[in-house]
């Protein structure tokens, strides 16, 4: 049987900052890295993240307004900017 070792990261998103989120994400993951750990697991959404103590506006939910809100939607990572994204997969 192969061993592996797996970490569940504590962290959290930098507001509204996508890039300074990925840098936390890099940092993370090459200290999980120099720890031996094979598979590092962070929380739901980390990337984007959920803007602390946003209802989304559940309570008058529009699923198309949901995905085109610009406030939201500047908070994805834009499939352009790979180095990032890449830095984070490798």
Known sequence: MTKFN?????ACSVGD???????NA????????KQGINVAVFPEAFI??????????IFN???VGH????DI?????DE????PVERVSA
């Open 6 to 10: 797996a970490a569940v990261v504590r």
């Open 17 to 23: 900052d996508t890039a300074a989120t990925l840098e």
């Open 26 to 33: 890099i940092r993370s993951t090459e200290d999980c890295g």
């Open 48 to 57: 984007g993240g959920y803007p602390k103590g946003a209802n989304f506006n």
């Open 61 to 63: 939910f529009d699923v």
């Open 67 to 70: 995905y085109v809100r610009p």
């Open 73 to 77: 939607f500047k908070l994805a990572v």
């Open 80 to 83: 352009r900017s790979k180095p």
